[in-house]
């Protein structure tokens, strides 16, 4: 017997109860069964939803540089296909995914400034800015910058050449010389949109009134992270060689200009005659700093050269150093030549850019017998963020 809050039940009574419940139970899970089986109708199972897989994201770099094709006699060679060429990048080898040619893209920076110019002018530049548009082909674009207090785009994208020949016309002389600036506008102009076969020419001395050196050099390095050829028609030798006899205490050459041309054009007649009189006999100078300057003026010229010449080296360029404003005038030819026998190459790199930085040598070689290719340059790859 079993006693639960003071109700007594006999244990036989309890089995024959608890038996009864049972029954009726597995009746009535029974007859449910039947009547859903004689429905016809098939319950669906629930499918577990599988976790949706992230979208696979294949990143393809492709390397974009410019190729110059001669033939033995330097002249353009017509026809060359991706299977005439070879890249080695850091010595591995590759082949091309594409070749084509293309109408060039061409933006002049015009250097018109300067406090202490003895060969630079404002009329030489302009003549050799003409001069370098009326040898290229008639279907490159061609834009125009020029800095002196200040980088400013005198003309926009244009083939048309007396328009460009006007744009030229309308820059203006100044006093300093803002070549940091310049670059850090050329590259950006150039680098928008999607443009191909871009090409640079600087007619600059290379030297720049406020910025430190390490500004320049980043400015400078910051075109081999693009695929923009970079050509130099310098003034900075003959500018050297015209301010060597200012670095000096005692001197045969004429004294130093103070003016420049354009600006002793402005003055009255009486003023500009004393101005421009030819100087004669020896020059004594005991200005310590203005020996100073000059003697800083001609090392950074020096400089100057010497990083304008690596920069168009390692953009598969063209370096041209005259004695004279004829003689880069004449050399603009040389210039137009190579940007007009420019290639546009693409590869796909073995060694993703993306996965190790540093510095990436780029040579292309002919496999085609009597093609002669340029192209050789340098990338500067930023190392990957970890």
């Not at 899970?29 to 199972?45: E, F, N, T, W």
């Not at 250097?111 to 279907?139: C, F, H, I």
């Not at 390490?214 to 500018?239: G, P, Q, W």
């Amino acid at each position: 017997m079993i006693c639960l809050d003071g109700i007594v039940i006999r244990r036989d009574q309890m089995i024959s109860a608890a038996s009864k419940i049972v029954f009726l139970l597995f009746s009535f899970l029974l007859l449910a069964a039947l009547a859903s089986a004689q429905s016809g109708r098939v319950q669906p199972k629930a499918t577990p939803t599988p976790p949706e897989d992230d979208p696979v994201k294949v990143d393809t770099e492709e390397v974009k540089l410019n190729l110059l094709a001669f033939d033995e006699r330097g002249q353009f060679f017509q026809g060359v296909t991706k299977d005439d060429v070879v890249i080695t990048d850091n010595n591995i080898l590759h082949a091309p995914e594409s070749l084509k040619r293309i109408p060039a893209n061409v933006l002049i920076v015009m250097d018109t400034g300067g406090e202490d110019r003895s060969m630079k002018s404002l009329d030489g530049t302009r003549r050799v800015a003409r001069a370098l548009v009326a040898n290229l082909r008639p279907e490159d674009s061609v834009a125009i910058l020029q800095y002196a207090d200040k980088a400013v785009m005198t003309s926009e994208w244009s083939t048309d050449k007396e328009q460009i020949s006007k744009s030229i016309g309308r820059t203006k002389f100044g006093i300093h010389s803002a070549f940091v600036d310049a670059l850090n506008l050329a590259r950006s102009f150039l680098m928008s949109g999607e443009l191909e076969n871009k090409h640079l020419v600087l007619i600059t001395d290379g030297t720049d009134s406020s910025v430190d050196l390490s500004r320049k050099n980043a400015a400078m390095k910051s075109f081999l992270t693009t695929d923009i050829a970079v050509h130099v028609l310098s003034y900075a030798k003959m500018e050297a060689v015209a301010i060597e006899p200012r670095t000096k205490a005692i001197s045969n050459a004429p004294a130093p200009v103070v003016m420049p041309d354009e600006v002793k054009a402005t003055l009255p007649n009486g003023s500009r005659d004393i101005m421009q009189a030819p100087k004669i006999g020896p020059t004594i100078n005991v200005d310590r700093t203005f020996l100073r300057k000059m003697r800083a003026r001609k090392a950074d010229l020096e400089l100057a050269e010497e990083m304008l010449q690596t920069l168009a080296e390692n953009t598969n360029g063209t370096d041209i150093t005259p004695g004279s404003v004829d003689e880069m005038e004449a050399k603009t030819a040389t210039v137009a030549k190579n940007i007009d026998a420019s290639y546009v190459l693409t590869y796909i790199p073995k060694v993703p850019f993306a996965e190790k930085g540093g510095e990436r040598n780029i040579e292309v070689t002919s496999k085609r017998a009597g093609l002669v290719v340029q192209a050789k340059r340098k990338f500067v790859v930023p190392a990957p963020k970890r």
